[in-house]
Nanobody, 123 residues
Framework: QVQLVESGGGLVQAGGSLRISCAAS????????MGWFRQAPGKEREFVAA????????YSSDPVKGRFTISRDNAKNTVYLQMNSLKPEDTAVYYCAAYPTPWYFSESSPNYWGQGTQVTVSS
């Protein structure tokens, strides 16, 4: 069983920055791709970013490209999402996710999820 615990969410003004973290336990963290998703009120959960097991490949959705950066520290079993130039439309619950493979594919689905952390961007 894998446990994913997000932290670092909060309230930030538009244009500001925030970094959220996800600590993983329960399996060898460095062997698997990780990702971030978000769900805004009344909307479906959407993909935000993913990173390969080694950290050498990253992927971002169009709405966040150039503003958000995913990274990981395999020594700390932690994945991060650095969010810059935040907009009110970035307001959502952000979920950490673990994939069953070392690589991310757009068709792949995570098999473990965190409980989520709220990010609120005020205008």
């Amino acid at each position: 069983q894998v446990q994913l615990v997000e932290s670092g969410g909060g309230l930030v003004q538009a244009g500001g920055s925030l970094r959220i973290s996800c600590a993983a336990s329960g399996r060898t963290f460095s062997l698997y791709a990780m990702g971030w998703f978000r769900q805004a009120p009344g909307k479906e959960r959407e993909f935000v970013a993913a990173i390969s097991s080694s950290g050498g490949m990253t992927y971002s959705s169009d709405p966040v490209k150039g503003r958000f950066t995913i990274s990981r520290d395999n020594a700390k079993n932690t994945v991060y999402l650095q969010m810059n130039s935040l907009k009110p439309e970035d307001t959502a619950v952000y979920y950490c996710a673990a994939y069953p493979t070392p690589w991310y594919f757009s068709e792949s689905s995570p098999n473990y999820w965190g409980q989520g952390t709220q990010v609120t961007v005020s205008s």
